[in-house]
């Protein structure tokens, strides 16, 4: 298992572990989960990304400050390279799409 700790824009102190499996990163306040991403591994070689995004969820008194940006920023990073988003991944929510905006010219998201 993997760890980051962080402090959101409202200065919580975040920790942020991968499980064992490899699949889930949570984000974690006083013990508490706050936020979490899932994901699976690309089987194939010709993926474009090491990862694909399967399900993205914070707690709404922590959204918009900066967990789930720091969430899939700290995946990327440990997997390797961007993490792959299809257009069934699109929640419908505008801010969960302008995050999605946003990380992919960061480069942490493809499509």
Not at 60 to 83: F, K, Q
Not at 87 to 105: I, K, Q, W, Y
Request: aromatic share 8%; with cysteine.
């Amino acid at each position: 298992m993997s760890t980051f700790i962080f402090k959101d824009r409202a200065a919580h102190v975040i920790i942020i572990e991968i499980d064992d499996d490899e699949n889930r990163a949570v984000a974690s306040h006083r013990a508490e989960p706050v936020g979490w991403i899932e994901f699976e591994h690309c089987s194939n070689s010709s993926a474009k990304a090491p990862v694909t995004l399967l399900d993205a969820y914070v707690v709404p008194g922590y959204r918009r400050n900066g967990i789930a940006h720091t969430l899939i920023a700290y995946v990327s990073g440990e997997m390797g390279g961007p993490i792959q988003i299809g257009v069934p991944t699109r929640s419908g929510s505008a801010e969960f799409d302008t995050l999605c905006s946003n990380l992919m010219h960061e480069g942490l998201l493809i499509r």
